[in-house]
């Protein structure tokens, strides 16, 4: 397991940001004081999920239009899913857990 530190003044509300932790591409989000942490690449062609559009809890990506939930990964139904990571935030500390 390979842990990724990142300060939580980094990132405001309704914020993203792309990482690459080892081979991995990570999207994370900041939604109303919570922090996510995804796969970047979205499961339906690949395209960058922290390029795509917060709504509410779920990302919808830019490409085809497809909307995640954030803390599942879900589509919802017998969509598609993507990967998530867990995330604890400790005072100023935000660790995404790989
Ligand atoms: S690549 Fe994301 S919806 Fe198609």
New binding site residues.
């Given amino acids: 397991m390979t842990k990724h530190v990142v300060q939580v003044g980094d990132l405001s509300d309704n914020s993203r940001r792309f990482l690459r932790i080892g081979t991995r591409e990570i999207a994370l989000f900041c939604v109303a004081g919570k922090v996510f942490a995804l796969d970047d690449s979205?499961?339906?062609?690949?395209?960058s999920?922290s390029g795509?559009l917060i709504e509410g809890g779920k990302v919808r990506?830019?490409?085809?239009?497809?909307a995640f939930d954030l803390a599942t990964g879900c589509m919802g139904g017998a969509g598609l899913s993507v990967k998530t990571y867990p995330v604890s935030v400790s005072g100023e500390t935000v660790t995404i857990e790989i």
């Fill in positions: 979205c499961p339906h062609a690949g395209a999920l795509g990506c830019r490409a085809h239009g497809l």
